[in-house]
């Protein structure tokens, strides 16, 4: 007889291996955190003498449920803001929440409440990626949970990061602490293909590759996503991803809810896992993932949870459920996505798609001890019929409900017992969340009569975060300096002649921003009108870094398209002041020292004000960048002659005001 | 002060009236099974003088949930067979097996098992459609719950009823008994538009009118349905059951899947109700029911369970989710069904689909008391916010699980109290199911070996119930009756000429009936073949039963296209024993006295018999039509001169096979 730690019996187990062993009257021997043995029961009791003997009753046995994406600490903002559009649920609430908002103690918070309810669904393992990853960490190992937890890295200031620079090195010292650890595995996380730069995505892909640790990304979840990457670079998003090298890395795509079959064999070639999250997708109305065809394909395709705030419970069995019938509905074939299939979607191919399957995913010997008991002599799963031996898959994704798992166990230890969390409290965690729910309350009601709330409420605001290196000056005659960039001498990318007739609403509260209606009129070489554009801008206050001359301005913008009348906006934001600026702009795109600079030159026509305006101004990402973009900008003034032009701090509104005041 | 039996109070009351009102702080005033009053705790206070005081403690108070489409008795077919196609699930198991099992007993078990299960799940009224109506009627009576109570009629022998006459006139004694019942609306159930004849349609319409209850039907559920009433009737299927008068009836159509928006109009005009049911539809994928149009044109549509045959469970907070993720994700809005309509389908405007507003669907003084306690200081639903006064809507369908629900009243009583079952202990209930699915499980596992599973097993089976007429005679010499059906004297409708070439399958036990592969060659005037068309058909063992001379034959049979070849079949089925039949046949279709009969000259070419087959035939639906049929038989044999012929009682295979041994 052979010592073992533990031996549950009498189960029915479902051992999720590569053949769907199943064993009616099952056990499982467990010694150190591992799964020494599985078999019938009653082979099991002749071959081993456990310390301790556990009868389950007839239970079901499960692999531990693989939860494949997630934001676990978005538990915090559970139901936000729902039945709205993608943009106004993320520009409009959760971005300024978490903003305002998320800390450690926050994240710290919503992983605990995260984990309470994954561990009540039958989850022992989640994929991760937010902010403050460390944190998480500490939370899941302290929880007992095994985590792949991805830190963010985008090219906007994040709540734990003010650049990209920053996240990279955290994210850098995060696997360096958590890497070797027993349940959590760190990963880099860059946040999706348009949050980040080109060369965001190839240094998390070295930071991945360097640690061989798991890249965490969302990838093609909606259709503009795609749509914006045809018309940018007229390429679908994995093709994309694919030539920048992402793939190197042991890549894990959220969503790929809009890809074709040839990016299926992509993702396919490079072992590629996908999280297929079906109530996110739904919710958010992104669209339909073609899982079946990813399966066909033998892509590994785990099933996510996403984040509470979109979803808005961490319930596995649901998703099981919904993952099925909607594979069903959109292929429009009931025997697409058969429960055994969803089943191991949920465990061992989740725990492909985690790179975990080594270690967890099926109840088999030489994994480590990561299970689920689940109570199936319920009101809602009676009858039962045992005519096909699969029927017990279907009463798992088709019949069960969370509150139907009643023990959890991850690497050997028990987190919950007969439906008791064993290793958290939640209630102290529940309130103090609560008190942020307060605060975030008062955040939005406050909030309820600002500028940038009724302008996303009346659709289709798009948030840009700007940031720009420029540097303005007086310009009394114009003529040299046309005629110099006419001529030329330059490396010229292309060149523009319009007019801006702008409209400024302010409000007594200079934290609203200033909100800018503006109608360009495109001139041609004859001076005459050939197009306009109108829209609605809303700028928020500029931070600003003095570089020498020249100055980094970071400005938070909402642009929408201004298809209502001027009037309307008027009396629709009702603001407390009101002034127009029209100008005459000649533009030139110029490359120098292989960088693109914007060249301006203005003439203020209302109010009038005297002589020309130069600009010159660059975009940046980062802040080595702004830097470098700084000093080029003096070279090139100095290339224009203009070394010792006045120099103009001010923006025009603050220039027309302080001149008209 | 005024006196009532019960005050509920500090609920957060979410009354699901027209103007949507809520009570954060509320009380509900009940008195004598009727809410009395709604409002503040502390107006209801001090008007009221209770009995009984309940603190809800915060829970939320909802108006008691409508399932508008279930036939509860199927809960004793719960997961009998998933995955599958609808005809393979509905022909190859569902229908076989209610055959054989549905009694009263079977609907009484299966009812209080739904009951139990709905009970937890918040529903207090639901919709049905099953067999034994009567018996299931007095299960949800001795439960307590409120049921609009459909006694099925079809064309097809059902559990219940031999012929449809039988089934109407049970209908009939059905709304009699019942009609007037505080808890109980009978109603009349026409299966569906496929599943009756018009005159069924008709017969049902008339007892609905004459006893003024609703007429519950499926409408639209497939796709094919809609394909076929294209094909058959040049219609879609609304319109032509309007063009029947179906509509002069208060009608619930369940489905409503694949309807256009003239059908839309069509159901808000008639004022008719529409049950939604997502799960049923996604699960066996029959489409997306355009329920956001059916909405915004004023259409009531209620959300349904159907049964637990096809759901698997009863949980009518799963259905509002999905029923909400479904129109978002179909529309590509997440705005689309938001959180409070999606709660008023379930409420009121689904008691308006079952005629049932005046007494339920919201919480106003005035209706019944139907209310339920829900539990959302939970787990996962919590933190919650409180900025938007409608997230208290999207908790209830966004995170809410039906072991939420903590209490739930009809009529006045109590069904459930803090989670336990009131009026119905569902264990010895269970223990009987569990009887029944074990005698299921050996039924289908003796079948397992059947020619009809594994016909059904190579897809695309179609059943048929066949009812004939028929009546068989020796002919010497055919050259006359030719003649005479030539002639014009008889109505011919269209005559045909071929040549039919079947094997016949046989195997040692008959109860597996005969599977005949037949290929008919259709043959022109100038004797050639223009057309062929192979098909396998399995014929069912014949029940018959004589009207004098002419015989009633019923018979299931199996239809499929024979797409694979004839050794494919021969080595996939294994017969035991294998004969041919080659004849050539000539056919008249011919109307007789307003009636269609077949009349068939056949000549036996292989094996060879001397001589000639007449045989006239006609389809017949209802026994009394079959004895008219009958009759007319005798009378069209003897104006084509063969009243003396001498008559063949066989079938042509049995006839063979004696000929032959």
Known sequence: ??????????????????????????????????????????????????????????????????????????????????????DVWLLGYIMPVEREFVTPEFCRLGTLIACAEMIHSGITCFADMYYFEDTVAEAVAEVGMRGVLGQTVMKFPSPDAESYEDSLAAAREFIK????????????APHAPYTCTEQILRDCTDLAVEFDVPLHIHISETLQEVEDWRETYDMLVIPWVKKLGLFEAKVLAAHCVHIDESEIHTLQHAGAGVSHNPSSNLKIASGFAPVTEMLEHGVHVGIGTDGAASNNDLDMFEELRLASFVAKATTHDPTAAPARQIMAMATRIGAKALYLDHLTGSLEAGKRADL?????????????????????????????????????????????????????????????????????DAFLIE?????????????????????????????????????????????????????????????????????????????????????????????????????????????????????????????????????????????????????EFFINIDRLLVPEIEGYFLEIKTRTWSRRDAEEKAGLILALLESLGLEGAQEVTQEYPDLVLETTS
């Open 372 to 440: 689920v008991l689940v109570d199936l002599n319920t009101l809602h799963s009676r009858p039962h019929f045992d005519h096909d031996p699969d029927a017990i898959y279907s009463r798992l994704v088709y019949a069960t409900k969370s509150t139907d798992v009643t023990d959890v166990m991850v690497e050997g230890r028990w987190l919950l017992r007969d439906r008791q969390l064993q290793t958290i409290e939640p209630e102290p965690s529940l309130r103090a969340a609560a008190e942020y729910a307060k605060r975030i």
């Open 1 to 86: 007889m052979k010592k073992t730690d533990l031996l549950l019996k009498n189960a029915h187990v479902v051992t999720m291996d590569d053949s769907f062993h199943l064993f009616p009257d099952g056990a499982v021997a467990i010694n150190d955190g591992e799964i020494v043995s599985v078999g019938p029961t009653r082979d099991l009791l002749a071959e081993y003498q456990p310390e301790e003997i556990l009868d389950c009753d007839g239970k079901v046995l499960i692999p531990g449920l693989i939860n494949a994406h997630t934001h676990a600490a978005m538990t915090l903002l559970r139901g936000l803001a729902d039945d709205r559009r993608l």
């Open 447 to 595: 909030r309820e009569d600002s500028v940038v709330s009724k302008l996303v409420a009346i659709g289709g605001a798009e948030q840009e975060e700007s940031y720009e290196v420029q540097i303005k000056v007086r310009l009394p005659e114009p003529a040299a300096l046309i005629e110099l960039l006419d001529s030329g001498d330059l490396d010229i990318v292309r060149s523009v002649h319009y007019r801006e007739y702008d409209t400024y609403y302010t409000f007594d509260d200079p934290g609203q921003g200033r909100l800018r209606y503006r109608e360009d009129e495109y001139i041609d070489e004859a001076g005459e009108v050939y197009n306009d554009r109108n829209r609605l801008t809303l700028i928020g206050p500029a931070a600003e870094r003095e570089f020498a001359q020249s100055v980094l301005l970071s400005r938070s913008r909402y642009f929408a398209p201004a298809t209502h009348s001027e009037r309307f906006y008027r009396e629709y934001f009702n603001p407390n002041h009101e002034f127009a600026i029209h100008k005459d702009r000649l533009r030139w795109l110029v490359r120098f020292r292989e960088k």
């Open 177 to 188: 602490r958590w890497r070797g650890h027993p349940l959590i595995v760190p990963s880099v």
